[in-house]
């Protein structure tokens, strides 16, 4: 029997208890404990791996393992924050709140474990619709503009992804092998797939999840549902919703390639990269909103595992390994700002000053997390994109190699400014007037995301290295 239906069911039916439940103060436990059971499944599904069956609509193969790793990780983390930070936010109801973080870990799930190219739209549009109530939590004014900005934006996204979705069928079916969205008929046929459709599918679908990844120019939403959304929801949308959205594109991606279409399909992906990173650089320079500057953060970390996809097979295994880093760090950075945040009342450098004085625990894991994000060793991140950058260099492509390096190091001075004015200094007589003091539930939580990340830049677990060179091969269309 198929683990999928655990994967899909038991975070639905923690759904269902979650809006049964009528106490606001023992409700947020579900989350933990459904992200500790996830986490255990997960475990047992990387161990001991089903058989990939080719007819299969659920099937977790090299590529939704990486997804589902990545998702399980981070949300095991965030459920325990979320259950300290709904403790704290007593006054706010939150039954809303723990049913779509719920949702969310069973949409996630089913991104990972999808076959079939529409069911994994519909996966990734019920993504949508889970999180959008989640940005929406404050209920404030500006909360509900970037709630409708995240599903305006996102729904033209995701229609046009569909639109893509069917273009790709048509290609099958102009070539005569008939209009299936399985993954495993479209890799089969892929050297008979129309080339024109083939083209035009690959666009929409990059447009398409492209903008649920917050790729410039489709990014305009990310500023502000990350801005307003509470951090622990800007860690998930980061880290989670990001790499769901990219795993769409690696579908897209993997067959362009099995059709000989590489060059076409790289030319894109590495324009899009480089134009996200550039414009995230941009955008970065001076930023006085810490919560913006880690949307803009993200904006450039889409770009650079684009960029990484674009370079081809020598920079796969650095690509496939960023998604990781990227989810790990971006809950380090979103959680400890979160808890930055709460202790200043601000979330602007005009009021937020000497956090290592009034939070040091969060202060400290900010400050790490940004050395981690800039690509600054020993941490992750920096393993990931050398590999990145040897890849361009490896295949010859000198000028992406520079400009990759050129935009680090706006983005590393950029993002230093800001944060250095947010961790140094001294704190505020309002600030040191607040109430929040750093707990355990806010702060080991992100404590240990930080040591995953410090753990793949110091030692890469020949596990992890062994699930990404499975899923590099698989892309390749190496058995």
């Known amino acids: 029997m198929s683990m999928a239906p655990l994967f899909l069911i038991f975070p639905a039916v923690a759904a269902v208890l979650a809006a049964l439940i009528p106490s606001n103060r023992w409700r947020p436990w579900l989350l933990p404990v459904a992200g500790t059971l996830h986490a255990a499944l997960t475990g047992v599904a990387l161990v001991r791996p089903e058989p990939l069956s080719p007819t299969a609509w659920l099937a977790l193969d090299p590529l939704g393992k990486v997804i589902l790793l990545v998702v399980s990780l981070l949300f095991l983390c965030c459920s325990y924050y979320a259950a300290g930070y709904l403790r704290s936010r007593s006054e706010q109801p939150n039954r809303v709140f723990c049913i779509c973080l719920l949702f969310f870990l069973s949409t996630a799930s089913l991104v990972a474990w999808s076959r079939h190219l529409g069911l994994l739209w519909v996966a990734v549009e019920g993504l949508t619709l889970v999180t959008a109530p989640l940005i929406f939590f404050n209920h404030t004014q500006q909360s509900i503009e970037a709630t409708w900005k995240y599903m305006v934006v996102g729904s033209v996204g995701i229609a046009l992804a569909l639109l893509g979705t069917f273009f790709l069928a048509y290609s099958a079916q102009h070539a005569g092998h008939g209009a299936s969205l ?270 995953l990340v410090l753990l793949i830049g110091v030692i890469l677990p020949a596990p992890l290295a062994a699930l990404i060179n499975d899923a590099v091969r698989y892309l390749e269309g190496q058995p």
């Not at 492509?397 to 590393?412: E, K, N, S, T």
């Open 182 to 451: 399985m993954v495993s008929d479209l890799l089969q046929h892929a050297p008979a797939l129309s080339k024109p459709w083939l083209h035009a599918a690959f666009v929409l679908l990059l447009v398409g999840y492209g903008t649920k990844m917050g790729l410039a120019p489709m990014h305009t939403w990310k500023p502000d549902a990350y801005g307003e959304a509470p951090c622990v929801v800007g860690a998930l949308l980061s880290g989670g919703v990001t790499s769901c959205a990219f795993l769409a594109l690696l579908r897209a991606y993997h067959i362009s390639v099995a059709a000989g279409e590489v060059a076409y399909v790289c030319r894109l992906l590495l324009f899009m990269g480089l134009l996200s990173m550039a414009t995230a650089s941009l955008f970065m320079v001076g930023q006085r909103d810490m919560k913006r500057m880690l949307a803009y953060s993200s904006v450039e970390h889409m770009g650079i595992l684009v960029l990484g996809l674009g370079l081809g097979a020598p920079a796969l295994f650095g690509t496939l390994l960023h998604v990781v880093n990227n989810g790990l760090t971006k809950g380090v950075l979103f959680l400890s700002a979160g808890n930055i945040h709460r202790a200043y009342h601000s979330k602007s450098t005009e009021q937020v000053s000497g956090a290592m004085q009034r939070v040091p625990l969060s202060g400290t894991l900010f400050f790490l997390g940004f050395l981690a994000i800039t690509g600054s060793p020993p941490f992750g991140p920096f393993i990931s994109e050398f590999l990145i950058l040897n890849g361009a260099f490896r295949s010859g492509r000198m000028v992406v190699g520079a400009l990759f390096l050129v935009l680090l190091l706006i983005v590393f001075i950029g993002m230093g400014a800001t944060v250095l004015k947010i961790v140094q200094g001294r704190p505020s007589i309002a600030a040191r007037k607040t109430s929040y003091r750093d707990t355990v539930l806010s702060g080991a939580p992100i404590l240990a995301l930080l040591v």
